[in-house]
């Protein structure tokens, strides 16, 4: 989705990868997993020490439960980065809402956000400072905490690429303006 909107990608697996970004996506998957392979990739502390240093960063399912400052029902020894208050309960939606579609009304956005759900994690609190972007029910979905954006969905499954452009925008790797071509002119 970012490669289709312009950005170069590269996949980050080392802490050289790590230095060459400008923004992250943390992706879903198995939260607990990606926890252990931080640590044996070493990526766990220059990973915290990008993030506090406000590295744009969104992150999505399991890459949500990784940002949390609380996680429910996680593994014991799995890590979090708290990169903002909110607290997450892994597999929140139970077996039968286990995974879904739904239709989100997300700030900002003119039109319904085609939002899919795979054994999503639920936001069970947020703290100060977390703006809540879109929710389902009473939890919220979409969350931003400065330069940190989190979705318990999938937003990249879906072929709407609104949700990547805003956050590539606010990152700075995007210009705004960018489907809009100014026309170049000469500076005195
Ligand atoms: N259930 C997974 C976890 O706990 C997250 C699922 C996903 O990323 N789609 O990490």
């Known amino acids: 989705m970012v490669a ?7 996949e980050v697996r080392t802490p050289a990868d790590l230095d060459a970004v400008e923004a992250l996506v943390m992706p879903g998957g198995e939260s607990t997993t990606m ?8 990526l766990l502390a220059p990973l915290a020490e990008r ?19 609380e996680i429910v029902d ?3 020894d799995q890590h979090r980065f708290s990169a903002l208050p909110i607290t997450v309960r892994r597999n929140g939606y139970g077996r039968q809402l286990a995974s879904f579609e739904v239709d989100l009304d997300v700030a900002g956005l003119s ?9 999503a994690p639920v936001v069970e609190q947020v703290g100060a400072g977390v703006e ?10 979409l969350c931003r905490s400065g330069s940190v954006t989190v979705a318990s969905f999938h937003p990249e499954l879906s072929g709407d690429s609104r949700l ?18 100014e026309p170049v002119t000469e500076r005195h």
């Open 111 to 119: 039109h319904p956000f085609p939002g899919v759900f795979i054994r």
């Open 132 to 141: 809540v972007l879109a929710s389902v029910e009473e939890h919220p979905v």
């Open 35 to 42: 926890s252990m392979l931080l640590e044996r990739s070493g």
């Open 51 to 69: 993030l506090a240093a406000g590295l744009p960063v969104l992150g999505t399912c399991a890459g949500m439960i990784l940002l949390a400052e």
């Open 164 to 181: 990547h452009q805003g956050w590539l925008s606010l990152a700075g790797v995007l210009e705004e303006s960018s489907a809009v071509e």
């Open 4 to 10: 289709s909107l312009g950005p170069k990608v590269i």
């Open 74 to 76: 996680g593994r014991a």
